[in-house]
């Protein structure tokens, strides 16, 4: 396949996902505006900001001149997934896409939304289950840096953006159980929420580690390119591991730390110790009455 047939390959891709984008952008807005006009207190202004920045960051990730300098660049490569997987995924999460989205489109898609009632709840039953979204993240990660499938990824650019595709709906996956998505839900914070963000970075960790001090080049895709700021190629990968691995641990153990401490604060410590006390005089005045038969 030749560098022309590629080029041309990649472009309509990248006009394709900027379509898409700014398409989502527009009818994100609209809903949300109608739904600002009749319930101004439902989706306040802060999740249109996020969902908005998210947006950027996807396509900032797919379709950008960010996006072409990652056959240059492994360092460039791990920041678009990063970009993707921790930045756009949490941020589109956190703007509440539903209802802007279903309100924004046209009436025809409105007055079908019901029948796609059913297959919402047997995604939200099933394909929403903390292990399953933690074992998309991972396997995401894991499956794409396997030198075979980068490789692939890296002559194809069809498989390169099946590869972008993965990495955002891996992330949206992984953030769910995390980021709250429905304005009037109001999620009970869990440990399990911290240990399930603690033991997402260790396979990032493993993966970080290997590439900073495997002391090869792993990808050898990157011999055959120009490097981007005449970097040698395993500094590059270097880099690229070092970058993966600071940023995951901040990005999942923060707010692990941030979740813990609240469940730790007083504010939250007090109700539990006053339904215990409830729970306690309940059946002590059970036994009393008991006791009086």
């Known amino acids: ?21 700014v398409t989502t952008a527009l009818v994100y807005l609209r809903g949300w505006l109608s739904l600002r006009n009749a319930f ?3 989706i306040p202004g802060w999740r249109l900001t996020a969902f908005m920045s998210g947006l950027f960051s996807v396509w900032a990730a797919v379709a950008s001149p960010l996006a072409s300098l990652d056959h240059q660049s492994l360092t460039v490569h791990m920041m678009k997934h990063l970009l993707l997987m921790t930045v756009g995924a949490p941020l589109l ?29 047997w995604c939200k039953g099933g394909l929403m289950h903390p292990g399953l979204c933690w074992l998309a ?35 949206l996956l992984f953030w769910c159980p995390i980021v709250q998505s429905s304005p009037s839900a109001k999620r009970e914070l869990r440990w399990s929420a911290a240990f399930y ?11 970080s580690a290997f590439l900073v001090f495997c002391n090869r080049l792993v ?37 692990a730390v941030a979740i813990t401490v609240q469940i730790l604060s007083p504010r939250n410590t007090q109700p539990q110790e ?10 002590g005045r059970s036994l009393n009455g008991a006791e009086a038969r």
Not at 197 to 207: S, V
Not at 274 to 283: H, N, V
Request: hydrophobic share 50%; aromatic share 12%.
């Open 93 to 121: 999460l956190a703007g509440a896409p539903s209802f802007p989205l279903v309100c924004g489109l046209p009436k025809l898609f409105i007055q079908s939304y019901p029948l796609l009632g059913l297959p919402a709840r």
């Open 197 to 207: 963000l603690f033991f997402a970075t260790l396979p990032c960790d493993i993966l």
């Open 137 to 171: 993240g991972t396997v995401a990660v894991i499956g794409w840096h396997l030198p075979i499938a980068f490789g692939l990824g890296m002559r194809s650019p069809w498989v390169h953006h099946l590869e972008d595709l993965t990495f955002l709906v891996a992330g």
């Open 219 to 255: 990808y050898p895709f990157y011999l055959s390119t120009p490097q981007l700021f005449s970097m040698p190629p395993l500094q590059d990968q270097e880099c690229a591991g070092a970058l993966m691995w600071v940023w995951v641990t901040f990005v999942y153990l923060i707010p």
């Open 40 to 42: 101004p207190s439902l």
């Open 1 to 21: 396949m030749s560098y022309l047939h590629i080029h041309t390959q990649s472009s309509l891709l990248i006009a394709v996902t900027t379509a898409l984008v």
């Open 274 to 283: 006053l339904m215990q006390s409830e729970r306690g005089s309940s059946i």
